[in-house]
């Protein structure tokens, strides 16, 4: 398929999710149009990790419904139309696989069945890497990295996958600021190319740079609309539970 900036890329209708004991989100409805980038905000514990749980499947909602361009998650998935970039990515920095061994492995549900990469899969791996600045650093371990560079090439790797959705958590945490820009860039041309974003962030002065639209979360959508509208004092209050400033809230993500 091919989305259109009139497709809703997610939609989810009275979500209820969580853990064996633990409701961590609550009638949840959420609508996302392709095309967009949505920044999706909230203090620790509001249900962000449980919304992208079962925006991928992860997580069966005790109620409600999730669907990415009118599929369910597990048929997105298997169609390829959505991409994770985790924060905590699950490669073990000291085994020996490089930068380009990683972005082929957003390939992986494009392969045949040998699992061999045909020249068009080089083709978008050499693109991605060319796209977060890491081309001359292919050869390279992700052990020898930098946090920063860590980042954009698990960014690469997604971009590789050539999902219409990418979900994103936390891209910029823990990345210098050289990094930062060149992310916000190529979100940005993702976004100009077409891909939908939902990308959870903490750095909300950042925000009306990054995305279009945001959605605050606090076990439920407390708000959603443009950034101007949605980050208020007031309801930054009823997110965070106190009254921040952005500044303020945004030091919540240098909290260990």
């Keep these: 398929m091919i989305p259109t900036e009139t497709t809703t890329a997610i939609s989810v209708e009275g979500l209820s999710a ?19 980038i949505c920044a999706l905000v909230g203090a620790n514990g509001s249900g962000k990790s449980t919304l992208f749980a079962a925006l991928l499947g992860l997580r069966s909602p005790a109620q409600g419904r999730v669907r990415l361009f009118g599929r369910s ?24 696989v490089t930068v380009e061994q990683t972005v082929m492995m957003g390939r992986y549900g494009h392969l045949g069945f040998t699992r061999r990469p045909r020249a068009a899969d080089r083709e978008h791996v050499e693109s991605a890497l ?26 690469a790797r997604s971009i590789a996958q050539r999902a219409p959705l990418m979900l994103l958590d936390e891209p910029f945490a823990g990345v210098d600021r050289v990094s930062e820009e060149l992310i916000v860039q190529v ?18 002065e950042g925000i009306p740079d990054l995305a279009e ?7 439920t959508v407390l708000a959603a609309g443009p950034p101007g509208e949605v980050l208020t004092e007031e309801r ?15 030091a919540e993500r240098r909290q260990p």
Excluded: C, K
Aim: charged share 20%; proline share 5%.
């Design 130 to 155: 060319e796209q977060v600045g890491l081309a001359g650093l292919r050869s390279r371990t992700i052990g020898e990295l930098s946090g920063g560079q860590r980042r954009r090439a698990f960014l």
């Design 236 to 250: 930054m209050a009823d997110a965070f539970g106190t009254v921040l400033g952005l500044g303020a809230a945004s």
């Design 18 to 36: 969580g853990y064996p004991g633990v409701l961590a989100l609550q009638e949840v409805d959420l609508t996302v149009r392709s095309g967009r």
């Design 213 to 219: 639209e945001v959605v605050l979360l606090h076990r």
């Design 187 to 204: 979100l940005h041309q993702l976004r100009d190319a077409g891909t939908t974003l939902l990308v959870s962030t903490h750095h909300l």
């Design 73 to 96: 998650p597990h048929a997105a998935r298997r169609r390829n139309l959505v991409s994770y970039v985790p924060q905590h990515d699950q490669v073990d920095p000291s085994f020996p």
